[in-house]
C-alpha cells in the first residue's frame, strides 16, 4: 500500500467492546429475548427516551 494511498483513506474510531461475565451478560440475553444481543445494547443506548 502506497503511503500516499493510505494517508487518504477515511479514518473511523475503534469499534467499541465489552466483555462480561456470565452473570452480567444473563439479563441481557433474558431481556433481549429473541433479537440479537448487540443490537439490544445499541436500542438500550441509543433510544429516543433516553435523557
Do not use: G
Not at 30 to 48: E, G, H, V
Request: charge should be positive.
Amino acid at each position: 500500500m502506497d503511503k500516499d494511498n493510505k494517508s487518504s483513506r477515511k479514518k473511523y474510531p475503534a469499534p467499541f467492546s465489552i466483555r462480561l461475565i456470565k452473570d452480567e451478560r444473563k439479563p441481557f440475553e433474558q431481556a433481549a429475548a429473541d433479537r440479537l444481543l448487540a443490537a439490544y445494547i445499541r436500542w438500550l443506548i441509543f433510544r429516543k427516551d433516553m435523557s
